[in-house]
């Protein structure tokens, strides 16, 4: 059983590699010459096997078991329907697409074709929220009443994946909510076992636009007078991490000397504040779950690190959660300000691979799907639009300034999809 690569930046890259070593890569669609050799190399992929095109690609028929669609946002959608109709199995990295009704589109064809699609939400195979989802189930505090569900960002890596990057604006690739939080409105509708009822948005580009260039700035850091005084710039955000993400991001050649070359035509070289993004750097959103559950949805590009927090408050205790310290806290209601409250803090196992372990489960489960009918796995396609349509509404919520109700949009999208 073997597999093909369709885009082989770093996210198809970590799935391939376990394919590779559970099964075999057949197959590497690549336009970019350098990826495209890295995977060749890495996978021992023939040559005839190498395509710059999907087009290429597909003209071959099926000639492996499934794809790994880990292309940019909006080649999703084409790509997955043809795969469909050749008959693959995907694992196809999420979003699905930017377009609610093309993930509905995809949902209704791969149903109907019973193929498997499984989105790469990573965060369902990770200890930290599995541990947290066993807790509510349990049902020891009680049913949940609301949530605070947190994700930073990170200010660095705003910076270089929504604001230098591919995902900077939202007509070439999606808006952030979507892009970097359909993650989190499928955790939160997993974790609350309940579609979404109703949602409103706020939020805005506040602080990468060229309002707040320092003066003298330049729209190079390589060229800037000022970029000594800058955390954005590009030789302090590359230089010192060569070899690592997101250096490895920038460019093929990892080395201080290859960065710096690359840095002077690269998008990754742009002032942070002069690049042509429009995507929020923060916004806040409130989602109200059919029963009855209440949660607030901070995403924020202004904090130090890269994790996800959450307090979670139940009928008889309240769950707090740091993904980053791998830390849960479990804490039972006292009766009265000075009795003793019964706590206990869980440190979920640790687990090898990215997401804290979240990549290696996602593989696990794509690989044992295959050539398996009864297999049904943690994040199907059907499970995954759910989070997809709720991430729209978020944004049309935001851009409106109403309240979305969810069942009136998915009647509005079915009507759309029939059209």
Same mark, same amino acid.
């Given at each position: !059983? ?50 710059? +095109?999907? $087009? ?18 909006? $080649? ?37 074709? =019973?193929? %498997? ?15 947290? %989802? ?43 909510? !979507? ?5 989190? !409105? ?14 409103? +948005? ?13 003066? =003298? ?18 030789? %302090? ?13 920038? +460019? ?9 070359? $690359? ?17 929020? $750097?923060?916004?806040v959103s409130i989602i109200e779950f059919k029963n009855g559950v209440s949660v607030t949805f901070n995403l924020s590009g202004f904090t130090n690190k890269m994790y996800r927090s959450l307090k979670i408050m139940c009928e008889h205790g309240e769950i707090r959660g740091d993904d980053s310290s791998n830390i849960i806290e479990i804490t039972r209601f006292a009766s009265n300000i ?18 804290? =372990? ?31 349509? !709720? ?29």
């Open positions: !059983m073997k597999l093909a690569l369709i885009g082989a930046g770093q996210r198809g890259m970590i799935y391939a590699e376990q394919a590779y070593r559970d099964f075999g890569i057949a197959a590497v669609v690549e336009p970019h010459e350098g990826r495209r050799k890295e995977a060749s190399d890495k996978f021992q992929i023939p040559a005839n096997k190498q395509f710059t +095109s999907v $087009d290429e690609f597909f003209s071959q028929g099926k000639i492996c078991d499934a794809v790994i669609i880990s292309s940019l946002d909006r $080649d999703h959608y084409e790509q997955t329907m043809v795969a469909l109709d050749l008959g693959y199995d995907i694992l196809l990295e999420k979003p699905i697409s930017p377009c609610p009704e093309e993930c509905i589109k995809i949902q209704e064809k791969a149903n109907m074709l =019973g193929r %498997k699609v499984i989105v790469c939400h990573v965060l369902r195979y990770t200890n930290f929220f599995s541990e947290i %989802k066993k807790i509510i189930d349990s049902n020891e505090l009680g049913k949940v009443v609301t949530i605070q569900h947190n994700e930073n960002i990170g200010n660095y890596h705003m910076a270089h994946s929504f604001v230098r990057g591919n995902w900077r604006r939202s007509d070439i690739s999606s808006p952030i909510i !979507m892009q970097k939080s359909c993650h989190d !409105m499928d955790i939160l509708a997993w974790l609350v076992n309940s579609e979404a009822k109703r949602i409103s +948005s706020y939020g805005d580009l506040t602080y990468f636009k060229e309002a707040n260039a320092p003066e =003298g700035s330049a729209e190079r850091c390589l060229d800037c007078q000022v970029a000594a005084e800058c955390r954005f710039d590009v030789r %302090k955000t590359y230089l010192p991490i060569v070899g690592n993400w997101p250096a490895t991001a920038v +460019s093929a050649h990892q080395s201080e000397e290859g960065l710096l070359k $690359d840095l002077e035509t690269s998008p990754y070289g742009r002032c942070v504040y002069r690049t042509d993004n429009d995507v929020c $750097d923060h916004q000075d009795a003793k409250y019964e706590q206990r803090v869980i440190h979920p196992e640790s687990t090898i691979g990215g997401h804290n =372990g979240g990549d290696t489960g996602l593989m696990n489960d794509f690989l044992a799907n295959l050539g398996n009918p009864d297999y049904n796995s943690r994040s199907s396609i059907d499970d995954s639009v759910e989070s997809h349509i !709720m991430a729209y509404a978020t944004e049309k919520a935001r851009l409106t300034g109403t309240v979305i109700d969810i069942d009136q949009l998915k009647s509005e999208l079915k009507r759309s999809v029939a059209l």
